[in-house]
Nanobody, 120 residues
Framework: QVQLVQSGGGLVQPGGSLRLSCAAS?????MAWFRQAPGKEREFVSA????????YYADSVKVRFTISRDNARNTVYLEMNTLKPEDTAVYYC????????????????WGQGTQITVSS
């Protein structure tokens, strides 16, 4: 059983930046970030392979968000820049065995969720 513990998040003004972290209890998992805005379905944001050599991004966050990982710390990061009000959501990290995908139901393990609110 993989445990994922998230940190970071909070309230930020439009155009601002935040960084989310997700610490995993085990290694060798592909990791991803999803988000869920009020009244909407959970959607894919970004994913990174176990090695860090492959990354995926949703079109809505490309260029603005950067996913990375530190395997020595079993931690994945999501650096979010130029934040917009439409980025407001609860953000979840997720883990799966094997290759990264953008499909929510492919991920077996989930973090507790972190609220990001972008507002002036």
């Amino acid at each position: 059983q993989v445990q994922l513990v998230q940190s970071g998040g909070g309230l930020v003004q439009p155009g601002g930046s935040l960084r989310l972290s997700c610490a995993a209890s085990h290694r060798n998992y592909a990791m991803a970030w999803f988000r869920q805005a009020p009244g909407k379905e959970r959607e894919f944001v970004s994913a990174i392979s176990w090695s860090g050599g492959s990354t995926y991004y949703a079109d809505s966050v490309k260029v603005r968000f950067t996913i990375s990982r530190d395997n020595a710390r079993n931690t994945v990061y999501l650096e979010m820049n130029t934040l917009k009000p439409e980025d407001t959501a609860v953000y979840y990290c997720a883990a799966k065995i094997g290759q990264i995908t953008t499909v929510l139901f492919d991920y077996q393990y989930w973090g507790q969720g972190t609220q990001i609110t972008v507002s002036s």
